[in-house]
T-cell receptor, first 114, second 113 residues
Framework: EAQVTQNPRYLITVTGKKLTVTCSQN?????MSWYRQDPGLGLRQIYY???????DKGDVPEGYKVSRKEKRNFPLILESPSPNQTSLYFCASKGAGTVALEQYFGPGTRLTVT | SQKIEQNSEALNIQEGKTATLTCNYTNYSPAYLQWYRQDPGRGPVFLLL?????KEKRKERLKVTFDTTLKQSLFHITASQPADSATYLCALDFSGNTGKLIFGQGTTLQVKP
């Protein structure tokens, strides 16, 4: 089954404790992206990657890091989480080019930073 | 900066009726416009895409229109069912190739039996 998986699905942590949210897709997609979703603000892009070793900032990259060492994986790293990073996070992927433009989203990771 | 407006108020309709959701944007028209469905606590699911040179797109009970003059897209669900109850997101896609989407906040649709 074609899918995007994220782990963990739920995470409660404390300020300053480094964490990583993993994202993996099995569709051989070139493009992957991270979004956060907050009430009243909608989905906002954090970082995206066009391919292995190619990443770029989205609209709200502060406080986050990413890496793309393998095509299927795109982890999101919070080096020193703060309470304002409490949010619902989604990973997404899509194929290359302009033929298949739809994005496939993971199930989400609900993060709480206290 | 680019802004997208979707009706923030929930839309309540009776089963069997046609639901019409609106997506308005400012500034530049996107190359593509996409609609997604999101159920509570779950990731968005792609529904339809319409290109800037297309006026209308259909898929089963779904129809999307795109008016670049009005800077507006309308999303219709005909013969609506309670299972259509969800939040519907409009997303502007300016580049296509890079995949960068700008999302609206979504409109929640409630279909009552």
């Amino acid at each position: 089954e074609a899918q995007v998986t994220q782990n963990p699905r739920y995470l409660i942590t404390v300020t300053g404790k480094k964490l990583t949210v993993t994202c993996s897709q099995n569709m051989n997609h070139e493009y992957m992206s991270w979004y956060r979703q907050d009430p009243g603000l909608g989905l906002r892009q954090i970082y995206y990657s066009m391919n292995v070793e190619v990443t770029d900032k989205g609209d709200v990259p502060e406080g986050y890091k990413v890496s793309r060492k393998e095509k299927r994986n795109f982890p999101l790293i919070l080096e020193s989480p703060s309470p304002n990073q409490t949010s619902l996070y989604f990973c997404a992927s899509k194929g290359a080019g302009t033929v298949a433009l739809e994005q496939y989203f993971g199930p989400g990771t609900r993060l709480t930073v206290t | 900066s680019q802004k997208i407006e979707q009706n923030s108020e929930a839309l309540n309709i009776q089963e069997g009726k046609t639901a019409t959701l609106t997506c308005n944007y400012t500034n530049y028209s996107p190359a593509y416009l996409q609609w997604y469905r999101q159920d509570p606590g779950r990731g968005p699911v792609f529904l339809l895409l319409i290109r800037e040179n297309e006026k209308e797109k259909r898929k089963e009970r779904l129809k999307v229109t795109f008016d670049t003059t009005l800077k507006q897209s309308l999303f219709h669900i005909t013969a609506s069912q309670p299972a259509d109850s969800a939040t519907y997101l409009c997303a502007l896609d300016f580049s296509g190739n890079t995949g960068k989407l700008i999302f609206g906040q979504g409109t929640t649709l409630q279909v009552k039996p």
